[in-house]
């Protein structure tokens, strides 16, 4: 038995030992691409209203991803759904949501939350238009606000399923895709992407299940201990450098100085007053030359001579 159909078997092994009291069924798968060769196990069963499933996909070098789970039919139309995601680097995704169903249309919503704890929500529905006509629509919103919108219609006829839809971002980006995929046999279905899917397998509630040459074991063969791939390498990854961010320094404080006091001059009061009495000066009278007078007559009086 090759090793990547064990890896497969074994998470198909996981859910049989709890489940096996129920009608079940199990299969396997082998999908054909142009990146190489991938495997596929899976079980389920049924019972008080809930089914259980489990699933893994061995890749071509070996990694092997697992998806297990579980509906309930909580009441007509309406059911509840849980599980886990497994990728082969060990990394989880819990996912649960609630579907209901009425007049053609069923619709979906749902929460996920990865390993790291980071959680996403999606909503969507799936509309049955017509006979073998389908349009489905939906969003997924991250933790951190931003939406991606899909929408999408499928058409079913001759054994040929075509598909094309859109998906757009938050940043107004979008992307298109289709494809088809036919039914060329009994469990061999291939695509327009080049890619081929073989179906084998039996339902059954234990015992062997024979595809395409192989066997594998899914009830009743001893679980098979299957080591998890290595972890990836530790890669370092350097810090963004630091933004250099400008910081205006703060503004001058403003300081009031106040002006030195005024000196104290001592300024002397005038002296008093003092009345200074003028002095007397005798003006000699200016010499004038002598002139003798005779005595003489005036007026009738005798003037004796003199000099005048």
């Given at each position: 038995?090759?090793?990547r159909y064990?890896?497969a078997?074994?998470?198909?092994?996981?859910?049989?030992t709890?489940?096996?009291a129920?009608a079940?069924?199990?299969?396997?798968?082998?999908a054909y691409?142009?990146r190489?060769?991938?495997?596929?196990?899976?079980y389920g069963?049924?019972?008080g209203?809930?089914c259980?499933?489990?699933?893994?996909?061995?890749g071509?070098?070996?990694g092997l991803a697992?998806?297990?789970?579980?509906?309930?039919?909580t009441?007509?139309?309406?059911?509840s759904n849980?599980?886990?995601?497994?990728g082969?680097n060990?990394?989880q995704?819990?996912?649960?949501?609630d579907?209901?169903?009425?007049?053609?249309t069923?619709?979906?919503t749902?929460?996920?939350?990865?390993?790291?704890?980071?959680?996403a929500s999606t909503s969507?529905?799936?509309?049955?238009d017509a006979?073998?006509q389908y349009?489905s629509?939906?969003t997924?919103?991250?933790?951190?606000?931003?939406?991606?919108n899909?929408?999408a219609?499928?058409?079913?006829?001759?054994?040929?399923?075509?598909?094309?839809?859109?998906?757009?971002?938050?940043?107004?980006?979008?992307v298109?895709?289709s494809?088809s995929?036919?039914?060329v046999?009994?469990?061999?279905?291939t695509?327009?992407?080049?890619?081929?899917v073989?179906?084998?397998?039996?339902v059954?509630?234990?015992?062997?299940?024979t595809?395409?040459?192989a066997?594998?074991?899914?009830?009743t063969?001893?679980?098979v201990?299957?080591?998890?791939p290595?972890?990836?390498?530790?890669?370092y990854?350097?810090?963004p450098p630091?933004?250099?961010v400008y910081?205006a320094?703060?503004?001058?404080?403003?300081?009031?100085?106040a002006?030195p006091p005024p000196?104290?001059?001592?300024?002397?009061p005038?002296?008093?007053a003092m009345y200074?009495?003028?002095?007397?000066?005798y003006?000699?009278p200016?010499?004038r030359?002598?002139v003798?007078?005779?005595?003489?007559?005036?007026?009738g009086?005798?003037?004796?001579?003199h000099?005048?």
């Amino acid at each position: 038995m090759k090793p990547r159909y064990l890896v497969a078997a074994t998470a198909s092994l996981l859910i049989l030992t709890s489940t096996s009291a129920f009608a079940g069924w199990s299969g396997h798968g082998t999908a054909y691409t142009p990146r190489g060769t991938y495997n596929g196990a899976h079980y389920g069963s049924c019972g008080g209203g809930t089914c259980s499933h489990a699933g893994g996909v061995a890749g071509p070098y070996g990694g092997l991803a697992t998806n297990t789970g579980s509906v309930t039919r909580t009441a007509p139309g309406q059911f509840s759904n849980s599980g886990t995601a497994t990728g082969p680097n060990g990394r989880q995704v819990d996912h649960s949501g609630d579907t209901s169903c009425a007049g053609g249309t069923c619709s979906h919503t749902g929460t996920l939350t990865g390993s790291d704890g980071h959680t996403a929500s999606t909503s969507g529905s799936v509309t049955r238009d017509a006979p073998g006509q389908y349009s489905s629509s939906g969003t997924i919103t991250g933790e951190n606000g931003n939406t991606v919108n899909h929408s999408a219609s499928t058409s079913c006829a001759g054994g040929t399923c075509d598909r094309w839809g859109t998906v757009t971002g938050t940043d107004g980006g979008t992307v298109t895709h289709s494809g088809s995929a036919t039914r060329v046999s009994t469990g061999v279905v291939t695509t327009s992407g080049g890619t081929t899917v073989v179906h084998g397998g039996t339902v059954t509630t234990g015992g062997t299940v024979t595809t395409t040459g192989a066997t594998v074991v899914v009830g009743t063969a001893p679980a098979v201990y299957v080591p998890p791939p290595p972890p990836p390498p530790a890669v370092y990854v350097a810090p963004p450098p630091p933004k250099v961010v400008y910081v205006a320094p703060p503004p001058p404080k403003v300081v009031y100085v106040a002006p030195p006091p005024p000196k104290v001059v001592y300024v002397a009061p005038p002296p008093p007053a003092m009345y200074v009495a003028p002095r007397g000066v005798y003006m000699v009278p200016a010499p004038r030359p002598a002139v003798w007078v005779p005595g003489h007559w005036a007026g009738g009086f005798w003037v004796p001579a003199h000099w005048a």
